[in-house]
């Protein structure tokens, strides 16, 4: 089941028989943002601060659970993994000291997915920089490199981090962006982008920061590729590209003014401190600040609140010995204990005053403006150049999946030597307002992404009201973004790589009573928006092995995983073992007479009526509606997965359990490279299913995975314009079984289905 080759044509992705792959992929897995040994989840403090003595082994899999969770993705129709790691996971201990048990651990865990037949893109992930200012990915000793002491960050509000919260279990939801408005994340993001031009004293064995940050980064990266590259079966095949820096930040580069929030700036929620305040409580100084809550129409201020960290700073102290541990030699401009941006003039910390408040405005050397779109095309554009170059050193074939800063304009690149045939336009979208909220809202939503480009002359005007007109407009924006991003970086494909929808909605009302409607509801306009944006595919966020209701996906809060354990998956489904390639054909009850032996490639479609075709009905239960999924009949959809000719557009209604698909193709089908479609029998069970095309012939098959049945279709047909309408059974909402009359509630079905299971 190796998967084949993938190819870029234009906006499309082809496979080795020149068919478009259309991309169906799932983020895995969350749980590779923290430790496996010790096993850190953010509520966990444990040993937060001993860093340098984790090990990320067994992320996202142990090998031997790799089978079961790669299976089940298969089952599910998944066809392409977005392969998250991190730079902490490969150089935790130390600057150039590499886990090389992690890195085999890789390779074998990536072996195991290629026998699945996944195509895996891999993705340096990082929120907030590190797990140490409150997200994920540096590792804690590039903190202590730029001069911070992390064991002062949550008492100066140098970040806010979830295990330092008085009760984990009530840190505030969706409070963990806020940390990029804060000391740790800007001045991180700001050193690793242009520390040179706005921290020249900031030199490290001999380099500047920036240079210092990038090169650890990157090596790390590329470390992992040459080991992925010497293994010899992975690539190009199995691992077809790399991801730049997950959702980069540019920290303070082109900030106007350093005591003002942009209004601009929506990511607002508890203490709002503008930079220059946080550079006070970072010092120690204690500061009133504005509070911010999040409500149905964007943030608004709640209040005032005092900081006061009591004279403690977030700055490492002159007496550490983490230099000595390190064995780094720091320039002897660069005094610890002291604001790195007050030894560069922005402050006087004998005044208190603030004295350059536009420094990061402009470019210190010619003055020139800074704005995003500058950053983007500058600072930003270098690292990806020097990405690109090293990584290509590895993986000489490589796609670049190039992710702009989320919901920026990216980089002008379109007909310039920065542009290659190797490339995709990689970028994230999520509903915001369900996302910070954590509520579906179904009488309005808002255009964030028209009002960021100037689309309303009053944000009044993106409100948009109505499900269908909110379904629309989640459309309307990702065909926006795709459009966007091909105005400025070229024909290249789309792939949305980040895209979903919390879980633990209304206080986790869902798992109280059982009834995830809103959750299906969100996740269908999300697939609905997906499925008419143009895009080549996406990878869905997230599958996470280890969510539960308690603590979402471990991280921060977070809740988004499609599986959770405490929706109690039944031993049948705990099965490991290779995949089997066997495939049982399902008969055809009726078929037109003027298929027989006459019926040639060349007359096919002269032959052929406009048939609608019933399957033979079968006794045996839809397996894709195992405990353990959450939101099912939104996520378990059908997908053209390899397309003979062009996809000109396709899209599963979910209420009508109606699938169409409209092609257009050059020449008639080989017989070897059909169009194939996952059609899953969650809704679309043997004997209640109709299918109507245009012209050719098709076959269902149960294809064997792992003991369990994964439904494919395969059509042959003619060139020019082609037509496919499949209809299936309407279910109720939250239900999983395929009994469509009975009202069985979520958790009885769950019962039921577990009872029906064989244990194996």
């Known amino acids: 089941m190796a998967p084949s080759a993938i190819r870029i044509d234009g906006k499309r992705l082809r496979d080795d028989r020149g068919r478009e792959v259309t991309f169906r992929g799932i983020n895995v897995s969350g749980d590779a943002k923290f430790p496996r040994k010790p096993n850190l989840p953010t509520h966990i403090q444990g040993d937060f601060f001993d860093g340098d003595n984790v090990s ?163 090596d790390a990266c590329c470390y992992l590729a040459q080991k992925i590259h010497e293994a010899g079966d992975l690539e190009d095949v199995c691992v077809i590209g790399w991801e730049t820096m997950n959702e980069p930040a540019r920290g303070l580069v082109g900030w106007e003014h350093l005591d003002a929030i942009p209004k601009e700036l929506n990511m607002k929620k508890g203490t709002c401190p503008t930079p220059w305040q946080s550079l006070l409580t970072g010092s120690g100084r204690a500061v009133e600040v504005d509070t ?76 020139d403006k800074l704005t995003y779109e500058k950053f983007t095309n500058t600072y930003f554009l270098q690292h990806v150049r020097d990405y690109k170059l090293n990584i290509r050193n590895r993986h000489k074939d490589c796609i670049i999946l190039l992710q702009a800063p989320v919901l920026e304009i990216p980089p002008s690149i379109k007909g310039t030597s920065d542009e290659d045939n190797r490339l995709i336009f990689a970028t994230h979208y999520y509903d915001g307002l369900t ?24 944000p009044a005007f993106a409100v948009k009201v109505g499900e269908t007109a909110i379904r629309n407009c989640l459309r309307s924006q990702l065909e926006a973004i795709r459009t966007e991003g091909e105005e400025h970086i070229g024909n290249h494909p789309t792939l949305f790589t980040e895209i979903g929808i919390p879980y633990d909605m209304d206080d986790k009302h869902a798992y109280k009573t059982g009834d995830y409607s809103s959750q299906i509801s969100a996740l269908d306009a999300n697939h609905f928006a997906l499925e008419g944006s143009g895009a080549a595919g996406y990878t ?46 399902t008969t055809l009850t009726r078929q037109d007479s003027r298929l027989s032996s006459e019926v040639r490639p060349e007359n096919l479609k002269s032959k052929l009526v406009q048939p609608s075709i019933e399957r033979v009905a079968s006794e045996t239960p839809p397996d894709l509606g195992v405990p353990g999924l959450r939101a099912a009949e939104a996520f ?125």
């Open 540 to 585: 869905l966020w997230l599958y996470c092995g280890s969510n539960n209701h308690q603590w979402g996906d471990n991280w921060n809060g977070e809740d988004l995983s499609i599986m959770s354990i405490d929706d109690h998956i039944p031993a049948s489904q705990l099965r490991d073992g290779p995949p089997s390639t066997n495939a049982s054909s």
């Open 56 to 218: 990320f082994v067994g992320r996202p899999f142990n090998e031997d659970e790799a089978h079961m969770h790669f299976a089940r993705l298969k089952r599910w129709g998944y066809n392409s993994i977005r392969y998250v790691f991190t730079w902490e996971a490969i150089e935790h201990a130390g600057p150039g000291i590499y886990d090389d048990e992690f890195v085999q651990s890789t390779i074998n865990t990536l072996r195991i997915a290629k026998d699945y037949g996944f195509h895996i893109f891999m993705d340096p992930h990082q929120d907030v920089w590190s797990r140490h200012s409150g997200g994920d990915g540096a590792p804690m000793w590039t903190l202590y490199a730029a001069g911070f002491d992390p064991t002062h960050f949550s008492k100066t509000q140098a970040a806010m981090v979830h295990s330092a919260w008085p009760d984990p279990a009530t840190f505030p939801k969706m409070l963990w962006p806020t940390n990029y408005q804060r000391l740790v994340a800007f001045t991180m993001f700001t050193l690793f982008w242009a520390g040179k031009d706005f921290a020249p004293k900031a030199v490290i064995d001999g380099q500047n920061i920036q240079d210092y940050l990038q090169k650890h980064f990157i």
């Open 292 to 367: 911010y809550e999040f409500g149905n129409f964007g943030p608004y201020k709640s209040g005032t609140l005092l900081i006061d960290p009591e004279g403690t700073s977030a700055w490492l102290s002159p007496e550490s010995s983490r230099d000595e541990k390190y064995g780094w030699k720091r320039d002897s401009d660069w005094e610890l204990g002291t604001c790195l941006w007050a030894q560069h003039g922005v402050w006087d910390p004998r005044t208190d005053s603030l004295l350059q408040p536009e420094y990061f405005d402009k470019l210190p050397k010619t003055g």
């Open 636 to 760: 378990l959809r059908p997908s053209p997965i390899a397309t003979h000719g062009d996809v000109v557009k396709y899209g599963f209604d979910l209420k009508s359990a109606t699938f169409m698909l409209s092609l257009s193709a050059a020449s008639r089908t080989p017989d070897d490279a059909p169009t194939e479609i996952f059609l899953p029998d969650f809704h679309f069970p043997s004997g209640k299913t109709s299918v109507e095309v245009s012209g050719g012939k098709w076959i269902i098959e149960t294809l064997d995975v792992d003991g369990e049945g994964m439904q494919w279709m395969k059509w042959w047909h003619a060139e020019g314009e082609q037509t496919m309408k499949v209809t299936g059974v309407i279910r109720k909402s939250g239900q999983t079984t395929g009994v469509a009359d009975e009202d069985y509630g979520y958790f009885e079905v769950m019962k039921r289905i577990s009872e029906s299971c064989t244990v194996m």
């Open 435 to 458: 996302l910070l909220t954590k509520h579906w809202n179904r009488l309005y939503n808002v255009d964030v992404f028209g009002v960021l480009r100037g689309k309303y002359w009053s």
